[in-house]
């Protein structure tokens, strides 16, 4: 074991030993606390959790990495969750956080006045959570296993465990700040490398400036190899694909329910629409950088490695070899390596670019550290709202409503564990890349809960048979295509299993339509509490007036 695994190990253990120290700290007492971390975030912090939770190991491993195979076509990623955001923060976020719930199923079931929407929310919530933290759980595997030259599998139990320790003691409460020491870890390990990157090719040490000139020259190459040209539209993907997956990952952002409950979490509409506004800024950051990390990679491997013999390649080809994630094929056996011999998987090219570039061993270990914490803070999120949709939308609510507190934090605990153990199972041999799990995840939130989110706040005419129809409809439709398209070929207009959501999201809407049409109006106190909500805290709709309180005069 060489230098760089202690570095790696050490600043690993290290930022694990930060999140369960502050999740133990945060312990969650009461059942407030361990939902909705007692509504007391402030919102710089919540926004910053928003980002930790919001930075997946699709973001941080998966993301520069598919816009360095996809080159323009995996801008749709960026441009969708970034616009999936804007649609949040202002038609929902705020809305939802005046009704003043705990979950996405509680407001369902208390909107439409209906247990069966309740439980179908909660369902569908935990449908979409178990398919995110598979992709979460496979990130985890590809850190460790790097680390410790195991397969990924290997490095997926290891991350279980952790995951299940910190987010079990935690709760929202503690997870809260885990997320924000979390995303201070990522983002700081994911700006550095790119940072001497840009300095070592350009002399400048701001890449947002200088990755312009390097996508120039990867034109250049790219004629001369007679390649497509990097950055030349639709050229990995139709246009009707690219305008589905954009569709699905802005819906589905607006509609994910462990990023929605994170605006319960403050105390008043406002701050709501402040830690949307601050979580854009610190999404911002990443997201700025992950094409300039997709160019520099993909110049150094075309540079530096294509074109050398087989038997003269960096040490660090053989690791990720190992890990399974890089493939290097002789086809013509001339025993030279050329970049059409050279198989990529898009989840290694973040983690092995420090490498690639030489950046030196305590940046290659921070590197590993940020992934880590970007795999956890997604999946500590995810982890509350599988709990809180059993524990408090289906057990509490339905079960046993006279549950003491410490029975409901017990049930919520468990329920953690168990959905951890069960999706490290299936993430030990992950069906697909992570940032196509992840775009599943989002178009089934896309097709089951934003018609449907989107019309209950908006529309007082919706119904809970309309809702009903609206989710199973579009949840149906939304998973028969995925697995259509991924395991039987399926396609309509060029669409793949990624973008299923643009099929979800009509359906849901339409039938949510017609059938709250064609059925009874909901009762005056339901359709005033919804013509409540378009109007800040400091005001009261009620009996076709708007009362202004007298603390607000």
Same mark, same amino acid.
């Given at each position: 074991?060489?230098?760089?695994?202690?570095?790696?190990?050490?600043?690993?253990?290290?930022?694990?030993?930060?999140?369960?120290?502050?999740?133990?700290?945060?312990?969650?007492?009461?059942?407030?606390?361990?939902?909705?971390?007692?509504?007391?975030?402030?919102?710089?912090?919540?926004?910053?959790?928003?980002?930790?939770?919001?930075?997946?190991?699709?973001?941080?491993?998966?993301?520069?990495?598919?816009?360095?195979?996809?080159?323009?076509?995996?801008?749709?990623?960026?441009?969708?969750?970034?616009?999936?955001?804007?649609?949040?923060?202002?038609?929902?976020?705020?809305?939802?956080?005046?009704?003043?719930?705990?979950t996405v199923p509680e407001f369902i079931g208390?909107?439409?006045?209906?247990?069966?929407?309740?439980?179908?929310?909660?369902?569908g919530t935990m449908i979409i959570s178990f398919v995110y933290i598979i992709g979460q759980l496979s990130g985890a595997g590809v850190v460790i296993g790097r680390l410790f030259e195991i397969n990924t599998a290997i490095g997926t139990i290891i991350g279980v465990i952790v995951i299940t320790i910190y987010a079990t003691f935690g709760g929202m409460k503690g997870i809260t700040w885990t997320q924000v020491a979390q995303y201070i870890v990522l983002i700081v390990a994911y700006l550095i490398p790119i940072i001497f990157i840009s300095l070592q090719m350009t002399g400048n040490p701001l890449p947002w400036m200088t990755y312009g000139e390097i996508v120039s020259k990867l034109g250049e190459l790219d004629r001369e190899l007679g390649l497509s040209e990097?950055?030349?539209?639709?050229?990995?993907?139709?246009?009707?694909?690219?305008?589905?997956?954009?569709?699905?990952?802005?819906?589905?952002?607006?509609?994910?329910?462990?990023?929605?409950?994170?605006?319960?979490?403050?105390?008043?509409?406002?701050?709501?629409?402040?830690?949307?506004?601050?979580?854009?800024?610190?999404?911002?950051?990443?997201?700025?950088?992950?094409?300039?990390?997709?160019?520099?990679?993909?110049?150094?491997?075309?540079?530096?490695?294509?074109?050398?013999?087989?038997?003269?390649?960096? @040490?660090?080809?053989?690791?990720? #070899?190992?890990?399974? =994630?890089?493939? +290097? !094929?002789? *086809?013509?056996?001339?025993? $030279?390596?050329?970049?059409?011999?050279?198989?990529?998987?898009?989840?290694?090219?973040?983690?092995?670019?420090?490498?690639?570039?030489?950046?030196?061993?305590?940046?290659?270990?921070?590197?590993?550290?940020?992934?880590m914490a970007a795999a956890l803070s997604t999946a500590g999120g995810l982890l509350i709202a599988i709990s809180s949709s059993f524990a408090h939308d289906i057990y509490y609510r339905l079960i046993n409503p006279q549950a003491s507190d410490k029975k409901r934090l017990f049930v919520a605990r468990l329920s953690i564990a168990i959905a951890t153990i069960v999706a490290g199972l299936v993430a030990l041999d992950p069906p697909g890349v992570i940032t196509q799990i992840v775009a599943w995840a989002f178009s089934l939130a896309a097709g089951t809960f934003f018609p449907v989110l989107l019309l209950g706040v908006?529309?007082?005419? @919706?119904?809970?048979?309309?809702? #009903?129809?609206?989710? =199973?409809?579009? +949840? !149906?439709? *939304?998973?028969?295509?995925? $697995?259509?398209?991924?395991?039987?070929?399926?396609?309509?207009?060029?669409?793949?299993?990624?973008?299923?959501g643009i099929f979800g999201v009509p359906v849901n809407l339409l039938v949510t339509y017609f059938v709250s049409k064609m059925t009874a109006e909901p009762s005056k106190k339901i359709q005033e509490e919804v013509m409540d909500l378009r109007y800040p805290e400091q005001m009261t709709y009620k009996d076709g007036e708007v009362w202004i309180h007298d603390s607000a005069k």
């Open positions: 074991m060489d230098a760089q695994f202690w570095v790696s190990l050490a600043l690993i253990l290290a930022s694990f030993a930060l999140y369960i120290g502050i999740a133990v700290y945060n312990r969650s007492r009461q059942t407030s606390d361990f939902y909705v971390a007692n509504r007391g975030v402030p919102p710089v912090w919540n926004g910053m959790a928003i980002a930790g939770d919001w930075m997946s190991a699709a973001s941080f491993i998966g993301m520069a990495g598919t816009v360095m195979i996809l080159g323009y076509d995996g801008l749709a990623y960026i441009m969708g969750w970034t616009g999936g955001y804007l649609l949040l923060t202002f038609l929902l976020a705020p809305q939802l956080r005046k009704y003043g719930r705990y208390d909107r439409f006045d209906s247990h069966t929407a309740r439980i179908i929310a909660a369902v990097y950055f030349a539209p639709f050229k990995e993907t139709n246009k009707m694909q690219f305008v589905a997956l954009l569709f699905c990952l802005m819906a589905g952002t607006a509609a994910l329910p462990h990023v929605i409950v994170r605006f319960y979490t403050v105390s008043t509409m406002k701050a709501a629409r402040w830690s949307g506004a601050w979580a854009l800024v610190f999404i911002g950051l990443l997201y700025l950088s992950a094409p300039a990390y997709a160019a520099f990679s993909r110049f150094i491997l075309m540079t530096q490695v294509a074109g050398r013999p087989i038997d003269d390649l960096p @040490a660090w080809t053989q690791s990720w #070899i190992d890990t399974g =994630l890089l493939q +290097l !094929i002789d *086809t013509n056996g001339d025993g $030279i390596l050329y970049w059409e011999e050279i198989v990529i998987s898009n989840d290694m090219v973040v983690m092995a670019t420090p490498e690639i570039a030489n950046l030196g061993v305590f940046v290659i270990g921070l590197v590993a550290a940020g992934a908006w529309w007082k005419r @919706a119904n809970a048979k309309g809702a #009903i129809a609206g989710m =199973l409809s579009g +949840l !149906i439709i *939304t998973l028969s295509y995925i $697995i259509a398209a991924r395991y039987f070929g399926f396609s309509l207009f060029g669409v793949i299993d990624t973008g299923a």
